[in-house]
């Protein structure tokens, strides 16, 4: 057997995975909790950034909705709440009101200190026709009553 045949294909599984940054600590949860979106990581991560972004349906340009910007912690028992400023953060800009159900969206948690906290940049990016009222939509497109597990 040849291991040499072998390296090329193992380099390119690696390199596909990191650039498209698969890994558990993406998991992230969204649900629709009456008129209010809400987002979590599923692992705490200490951020000093979070970005929204939409593309309504039909669509070709998305436009960024919300920026914050400060320190503080997110996990599956402390939601992001869209339009509201969790503790810590203040809008840099937006939000802006857009029809959920008819986009698709994306947030971006970005860590303080990525290096020592040894979590990456955690994102979600769901469409909104797949939300449920009440119940959690995961990253891996299933739908729950609780965010992670």
Request: aromatic content about 8%.
């Amino acid at each position: 057997m040849n291991t040499r045949r072998y390296i090329p294909a193992v380099a390119v599984v690696a390199v596909v995975l990191i650039l498209t940054g698969c890994t558990p600590r993406d998991k992230a949860s969204v649900r629709l909790q009456g008129d209010r979106l809400e987002i979590v990581p599923c692992q705490t991560i200490v951020a000093d950034k979070v970005l929204t972004y939409v593309r309504p349906d039909g669509q070709r340009t998305t436009a960024q909705v919300w920026s914050l910007n400060g320190k503080g912690t997110f996990d599956p028992d402390h939601p992001l709440t869209y339009g509201v400023e969790p503790q810590g953060f203040t809008s840099d800009s937006g939000p802006v009101a857009f029809d959920y159900e008819h986009s698709f969206v994306s947030v971006s948690f970005y860590p303080l200190e990525p290096s020592s906290s040894g979590v990456g940049k955690i994102s979600l990016a769901f469409d909104g026709v797949k939300l449920v009222p009440g119940k959690w939509l995961r990253s891996d497109g299933t739908v729950s009553a609780s965010p992670c597990g």
